[in-house]
């Protein structure tokens, strides 16, 4: 799941993309995030407070619902996220990206992953 939200991170702020790498025999290899990725927990009331607060903050965000535990495809992933209103997501993850202390406003409340 955090490897599906954070895919989405590069293409809304390329920014965040870093260099392609290359080894000492020049063996190119992919760029990957410039930024470690903090991964926090909470209930399920947590998450749908952050996505809440990030949506009025006009933060940069990516969700994944427990619907999309179910499907296959990318196609179905949106057909399923599209099915439901904002408010009735049943989020089980969410990727916020912007200020760092907006972010940190945003995720109040939830606890670093161990």
Same mark, same amino acid.
């Given at each position: 799941?955090?490897?599906?939200?954070?895919? &989405?991170?590069?293409? $809304? $702020?390329?920014?965040?993309? &870093?260099?392609?790498?290359?080894?000492?025999?020049?063996?190119?290899?992919?760029?990957?995030?410039?930024?470690?990725?903090?991964?926090?927990?909470?209930?399920?009331?947590?998450?749908?407070? $952050?996505? *809440?607060?990030?949506?009025?903050?006009?933060?940069?965000? $990516?969700?994944?619902?427990?619907?999309?535990?179910?499907?296959?495809?990318?196609?179905?992933?949106? *057909?399923?996220?599209? *099915?439901? &209103?904002?408010?009735?997501?049943?989020?089980? &993850?969410? *990727?916020?990206?912007?200020?760092?202390?907006?972010?940190?406003?945003?995720?109040?409340?939830?606890?670093?992953?161990?």
């Amino acid at each position: 799941m955090t490897a599906f939200l954070v895919s &989405g991170l590069g293409t $809304a $702020a390329p920014e965040v993309i &870093g260099e392609p790498y290359e080894d000492a025999d020049a063996t190119a290899y992919l760029p990957m995030l410039r930024q470690p990725v903090l991964v926090f927990e909470g209930a399920g009331e947590t998450v749908a407070a $952050a996505h *809440a607060r990030a949506l009025s903050r006009s933060l940069t965000t $990516a969700v994944f619902t427990t619907d999309l535990f179910g499907t296959g495809n990318d196609r179905d992933n949106r *057909a399923a996220v599209r *099915a439901v &209103g904002r408010d009735a997501l049943d989020l089980v &993850g969410l *990727a916020v990206y912007g200020p760092r202390n907006a972010v940190d406003k945003v995720l109040k409340g939830a606890r670093m992953h161990p």
